[in-house]
């Protein structure tokens, strides 16, 4: 088995209980603040891996050019906006659809893949990629009953283009970051995706911070308050970071985004194996779709 797909796996676990707790917090420290906390709270521990990283590999802080300044930069402006939008979402009645429409990333991370890196898919990878998405919608919708009026509705509603825009920036994000990363002359791509991961971090959270210090102070210093959480929040992030920083310095991003839908599928699982939920049929299919979409995409990226 190649080595990006059980750390995008893992990284999926990770994003899976970070959303969980930013959506917790969400309504004692507001969506600003539930967005920074990703951020703020796992730069120390990005700084740690990094020591770590050098520790045993040997190799001295990499050097690094132009070009992985700006894709730096960009990325992480990209995903801060990404977050925004996803946290966003959770003040909506039907904020599962926009989350929905947030899973089609590795389409939009496929375009901009092509767009910064020229990076091509395979017909079965694009197939893989497709099928992904539908399990996804068919998962999302599983429990739902609406009329024709009320489905087109939502489809075309605000969480629906607000999700759409969330995944169009986190697809931008991933292909910069990969850019940054493939960028940074170290001889272990451990060393590359670690130490673009610092720097993005540290801009990031430099970034949010100066802004929420101007916008809105008590947000930051809601989140603060609340460090507990918020360093849980920043280690489940940070935890994920690293996995998606270390697959994407590996594999192409639209495979390494669609495999990571995989989460969906655990996460529906556990529902049922521990709080006895059911299960409807078109969750169930959406289910074997995802999955044989991640079998799809393994094949197509091997």
Known sequence: MELWIPITIAAAFSQNLRSALQKHLKGKIGTTGATFIRFGF??????????????LTGEAVPDVGTTFYWAA???????IFATFLLVHLFSYRNFAVGTAYSKTEPVQAAMFGFILLGE????????AIVLGIIGVLFISFGKERPSGAVVLSTLIGKPALIGLASAAFFGASAAFYRTASLSVEAESFLLQAAFTLVCVTAFQTAVMGSWMTVSCPAELRAAIRNWRLSGLVGLAGIAGSIGWFTAMTLQQVAYVRALAQIELVFTLAASWMFFREKITPIELAGCMLVSLGGIGIVMAAS
Do not use: D, E, H, M
């Open 120 to 127: 091509q898919l395979t017909p079965l990878g694009i197939g």
């Open 42 to 55: 796992g730069f120390p521990i990005a700084v740690l891996y990094l020591a770590v990283i050098l520790k």
């Open 73 to 79: 930069a960009l990325g992480g402006l990209a995903q």
